[in-house]
């Protein structure tokens, strides 16, 4: 079993940058695609970024295309979602999740484990 983390959330002006972090407490990642979702109140888990095992290949959706980076190091078993230009649109706890499958996913059920979530707050 893979337990993850997040880390790095907070309250944050629109206009503003902010890197989250998710690495795994105790066991170390599985070789694993690693992706960072995202729930605002009221509405269903979206989709943000994936990355690849080898850190090959990325996806975002499309509201976060151009302003968010995903990354991860595999020395330091951590995954990382840098998010530029952020807007209050972007306000919901962000999760991260690690998928045992082979290639890119965006689909939350195709996810095997995931973190507790971390809330972001973009202020307008």
């Known amino acids: 079993q893979v337990q993850l983390a997040e880390s790095g959330g907070g309250l944050v002006r629109a206009g503003d940058s902010l890197r989250l972090s998710c690495a795994p407490s105790?066991?170390?990642?599985?070789?694993?695609?690693m992706g960072w979702f995202r729930q605002a109140p009221g509405k269903e888990r979206d989709f943000v970024a994936a990355?690849?095992?080898?850190?090959?290949?990325?996806i975002y959706a499309d509201s976060v295309n151009a302003r968010f980076t995903i990354s991860r190091d595999n020395a330091k078993d951590t995954v990382y979602l840098h998010m530029n230009s952020l807007k209050p649109e972007d306000t919901a706890v962000y999760y991260c999740?690690?998928?045992?499958?082979?290639?890119?996913?965006?689909?939350?059920?195709?996810?095997?484990?995931w973190g507790q979530g971390i809330q972001v707050t973009v202020s307008s």
């Open positions: 990355i690849s095992w080898d850190a090959g290949s990325t």
């Open positions: 105790g066991r170390t990642f599985c070789n694993c695609a």
């Open positions: 999740a690690a998928s045992r499958l082979g290639g890119l996913r965006r689909r939350a059920a195709e996810y095997d484990y």
